[in-house]
């Protein structure tokens, strides 16, 4: 009897769930996502296509959070649709995220991991996931930490391959100031600087639509619909979940259905369908289906200031490609801890400019999410949080001080010719934090609001399967689902929670 299985956005986890779940003849598979449907690369939007173009915003949902920021003229605008306002940029196409982000293909770590454990989620141990890390891409690096053969491609620039000069100073002066430099940043070591693992072929981003859903196009049993909105599912009295209402008012009865549709997306569906903190469904009288108090909540993501850089033009030579190398460190320094903090890459993105992207990848602080309506096309309420803990804000300053000596040494000193931004006159730890919270951006990497965890605990949505408790029939399986941010880009840990829920779902779901 074939099982038809509905999966509620194709973004980074819900092309791979198509794709592989998808591979079972007696699964009918069909998945919907709210953005267009670029069926081969011919049609690929070139925006898309191209792995060096980052920050561009044609195709994505316009979100923007609630975090406060000051208006002021020198702060960086990329990535930025007004200044007053945090984006929270979210990929509104086939592959979603993974179809517009900076191809970064940094992998979770052992203590990202342990972090999940320690919360109670005993089957995502470091060595439970290492082998859908592997299986996902196809690492020339080869060894025991990388898998070869799979469907995403890794790629990374060296010196005898392409590694600009800007990006091999920036390496020089990372060692120069006493960090590490490792030939693999997916390796065994964690703190250091060196080429930055990319998910990219011949310039294309393999995103989940390119990687996953591309080989699987002509399966029978796999349909596609793009410029679809998902509503809400439908459940039966018991709360088994049995269908799913489009917005156009089409219903698509299943036996499964899986949200795929972020950390944004899905808890939205969840609430809408009455899935959710009975305060909001109660506000909006949407039928109480379950209460879980978590839909929304434990938001976490990576806050970020660009340092900006004038350069010399002719030194720094072509912008593209704009991104190749990374320094992972500790906040006090290359000799304070092993504990990776903070992340710095150098881009270039316009003529004249360098930017350094600066991000805190292991906060404290937490936000929240909620509907503010029936209709879904309303705009979520987000609150990122960003630096409302104090010891995110003392730790980003202490990074940008330690960035600063990494720009201003002599390896860099043919290229950078001034600070920009926060700007030479900002000194002191106040003007730091009054800059920081002035400037604050996000990476959006938002996980957590749909957090996985055991049943009746505070901020638990899903169980360690991506079921959703107290329901039938349904799962979340995305960068929602993580119960803890890892401290690094998201978009491969999301593929591999993918990868291995996908075998859960193949085996009965």
């Known amino acids: 009897m074939t099982r038809r299985i509905v999966v509620c956005g194709g973004g980074s986890a819900g092309g791979v769930l198509a794709a592989r779940l998808s591979e079972d003849p007696g699964n009918s598979v069909t998945l919907i996502e709210a953005g267009p449907d670029y069926r081969t690369p011919e049609e690929t939007a070139p925006e898309v296509l191209d792995a060096d173009k980052i920050g561009f915003t044609t195709h994505d949902w316009g979100y923007t959070s609630t975090d406060e920021v000051a208006e002021a003229d020198n702060i960086p605008m990329f990535g930025k649709v007004k200044k007053e306002s945090v984006p929270v940029l ?3 196409v086939i592959g979603g995220s993974s179809s517009v982000n900076g191809a970064n293909a940094l992998r979770p770590t052992p203590d990202d991991l342990a972090r999940w454990t320690g919360l109670g989620n005993d089957r995502w141990s470091w060595d439970q996931v290492l082998p859908y890390l592997k ?4 690492d020339p690096a080869g060894g025991e930490l990388h898998g070869t053969g799979g469907p995403v491609h890794i790629e990374r620039f060296t010196e005898s391959s392409g590694l600009r000069p800007v990006q091999a100073a920036f390496l ?3 060692a120069q100031a006493g960090h590490s430099v490792h ?6 070591d964690q703190l250091g600087a060196g080429p930055l693992p990319l998910n990219r072929a011949n310039g294309i981003r393999q995103s989940s639509a390119i ?6 196009r002509g399966r029978t049993n796999l349909t596609v619909l793009g410029e679809r909105t998902v509503d809400r599912v439908e459940f039966t009295k018991d709360a088994t979940a049995r269908a799913v209402l489009l917005t156009d008012g089409t219903r698509l009865e299943a036996d ?4 795929t549709a972020g950390s944004i997306g899905s808890p939205s569906i969840l609430m809408r369908s009455g899935v959710g903190p009975r305060r909001i469904l109660d506000e909006l009288s949407i039928p109480v289906v379950r209460t879980l108090e978590g839909v929304g909540r434990n938001l976490r993501d990576h806050p970020m200031v660009y340092l900006t850089y004038q350069v010399d033009e002719e030194a720094v030579g072509e912008l593209t490609p704009p991104l190749q190398s990374v320094l992972t460190f500790a906040a006090g320094g290359a000799d304070s801890g092993d504990v990776v903090d903070l992340h710095a890459v150098v881009l270039t993105m316009e003529p004249g400019e360098l930017l350094v992207p600066l991000v805190l990848y292991r906060p404290y602080s937490l936000g929240s999410m909620e509907i503010v309506s029936r209709d879904p096309d309303a705009a979520p309420r987000i609150g990122l949080g960003l630096f409302e803990h104090p010891d995110d804000l003392r730790r ?7 960035m600063r000596q990494i720009m201003e040494s002599s390896p860099l000193r043919k290229f950078i010719k001034a600070e920009t931004w926060p700007g030479p006159a900002v000194t002191t730890d106040a003007d730091l934090v009054h800059a920081v919270l002035q400037g604050k951006n996000t990476c959006c990497h938002a996980v957590g609001t749909c957090a996985m965890g055991g049943e009746g605990t505070s901020t ?4 360690q399967h991506g079921k959703v408790h107290g329901t039938d029939g349904l799962y979340v399986v995305d960068a929602s689902i993580m119960p803890d941010i890892p401290a690094l880009p998201t978009n491969t840990t999301t593929m591999m929670l993918a990868e291995r829920i996908a075998d859960d779902l193949r085996m009965g779901g």
Do not use: Q, T
């Open 90 to 92: 979210r990929g509104k």
């Open 256 to 259: 499964l259905i899986v949200l």
């Open 172 to 174: 020089d002066a990372c």
């Open 183 to 188: 030939e693999d940043m997916n390796g065994a």
């Open 211 to 216: 990687a996953y859903l591309g080989p699987a």
């Open 460 to 463: 638990a949505v899903v169980d």
């Open 135 to 138: 299986k996902l891409e196809d």
């Open 396 to 402: 980003m300053v202490s990074g940008i001080r330690h």
